[in-house]
Nanobody, 123 residues
Framework: QLQASGGGLVQAGGSLRLSCAASERTYNRYITGWFRQAPGKEREFVVAMSRNGGSTTYANSVNGRFGISRDNAKNTVYLQMNSLKPEDTAVYYC??????????????????WGQGTQVTVSS
C-alpha cells in the first residue's frame, strides 16, 4: 500500500516536496515512479527510480527542476519539486512497478498506486 502526501497550493517559482510512504519494505523490490494527471488530460510520466536507486529517468518537462530520492529506512520515496510552473498543476501519483526497467515510463505497467495528492501552482 502506498500513501502519497505533501501536495498543496504554491506560487509559481516555489517548491514542494511530495512523499510516498509504503506500508512495507517495498522500494528495493520495485521500480518507483511518479505520474501526474491534470484535468482533462491523460496521466503522464514524471520520473522513475530503479530498484537499487542507482538509475533515474525524468520527463523532459521536469528535468532539472524535480528530484526523486528515497529513504529506505522509512520506506518512503520523495519528489522534490522546484521552480514550479502553473503547468505543473495536477494530481500527483506515486506508483510501484514489478516489471523491467524499460517499462518505467508506462503507467499501465505499474502494479500499485498511491491515492494521489493535488498540486496547484498559481501564476
Amino acid at each position: 500500500q502506498l500513501q502519497a502526501s505533501g501536495g498543496g497550493l504554491v506560487q509559481a517559482g516555489g517548491s514542494l516536496r511530495l512523499s510516498c510512504a509504503a506500508s512495507e519494505r517495498t522500494y528495493n523490490r520495485y521500480i518507483t515512479g511518479w505520474f501526474r494527471q491534470a484535468p482533462g488530460k491523460e496521466r503522464e510520466f514524471v520520473v522513475a527510480m530503479s530498484r537499487n536507486g542507482g538509475s533515474t529517468t525524468y520527463a523532459n518537462s521536469v528535468n532539472g527542476r524535480f528530484g526523486i530520492s528515497r529513504d529506505n529506512a522509512k520506506n518512503t520515496v520523495y519528489l522534490q519539486m522546484n521552480s514550479l510552473k502553473p503547468e505543473d498543476t495536477a494530481v500527483y501519483y506515486c506508483a510501484a512497478n514489478t516489471a523491467v526497467w524499460s517499462t518505467r515510463g508506462q503507467a499501465g505497467h505499474y502494479n500499485y498506486w498511491g491515492q494521489g495528492t493535488q498540486v496547484t501552482v498559481s501564476s
